[in-house]
């Protein structure tokens, strides 16, 4: 098919076959954000139109500022999404402990299971996005449900971005 881009929009679904491709590098469709400038190549299944490929043509947060960007510098390992629950937050150690785990793509070799409690630490200047806005951690409560993308430092899980999926209190 070909498509002349005029504005119109197609809904697009992924499964675990299909890459992202940014500056040469493979990503996961987790790291597409809102404002990114894709080409996608898809195969049709029955009315779904699955997609195999996508090239990033444009990186919305590519402020030259890598730790502004969704997709993780080069060097660093893929980044690897958890899903779970707020068990605890201790502002003083910057630490999560989540419960309930869940792992969405997990590109480590380590023994992460699901269901499982993980320690997540942050940088001083991270924020949670709530809804396309970055908020401070400290509003995080027990029982949030929040979604992690991780980057893994020996055994040791390291936050590069952090979502609030479910707010305990809506």
């Given at each position: 098919?070909?498509?002349?881009?005029?504005?119109?929009?197609?809904?697009?679904?992924?499964?675990?076959?299909?890459?992202?491709?940014?500056?040469?590098?493979?990503?996961?469709?987790e790291n597409?954000?809102?404002?990114?400038?894709?080409?996608?190549?898809?195969?049709?299944?029955?009315?779904?139109?699955?997609?195999?490929r996508i090239?990033?043509?444009?990186?919305?947060?590519?402020?030259?500022?890598?730790?502004?960007?969704?997709?993780?510098?080069?060097?660093?390992?893929?980044?690897?999404?958890?899903?779970?629950?707020?068990?605890?937050?201790?502002?003083?150690?910057?630490?999560?402990?989540?419960?309930?785990?869940?792992?969405?793509?997990?590109?480590?070799n380590g023994?992460?299971?699901?269901?499982?409690?993980?320690?997540?630490?942050?940088?001083?200047?991270?924020?949670?996005?709530?809804?396309?806005?970055?908020?401070?951690?400290?509003?995080?409560?027990?029982?949030?449900?929040?979604?992690?993308?991780?980057?893994?430092?020996?055994?040791?899980?390291?936050?590069?971005?952090?979502?609030?999926?479910?707010?305990?209190?809506?």
């Amino acid at each position: 098919n070909s498509g002349s881009g005029s504005g119109s929009t197609a809904r697009v679904y992924f499964d675990e076959n299909t890459t992202v491709d940014y500056q040469g590098q493979s990503f996961r469709p987790e790291n597409l954000e809102r404002g990114d400038e894709v080409t996608v190549n898809v195969d049709q299944s029955g009315n779904q139109l699955i997609a195999q490929r996508i090239n990033v043509t444009y990186n919305a947060n590519g402020s030259g500022t890598n730790n502004s960007s969704t997709y993780p510098s080069s060097g660093s390992s893929q980044a690897s999404t958890v899903r779970g629950t707020v068990r605890s937050i201790d502002t003083s150690r910057r630490t999560i402990q989540l419960e309930s785990t869940s792992w969405l793509n997990n590109n480590y070799n380590g023994n992460t299971s699901n269901g499982s409690t993980i320690t997540v630490y942050y940088d001083a200047n991270a924020g949670i996005d709530v809804n396309g806005s970055l908020q401070a951690i400290s509003g995080l409560e027990r029982g949030d449900v929040i979604e992690v993308q991780l980057r893994s430092s020996g055994s040791t899980y390291v936050a590069d971005r952090l979502y609030l999926v479910r707010d305990i209190n809506r």
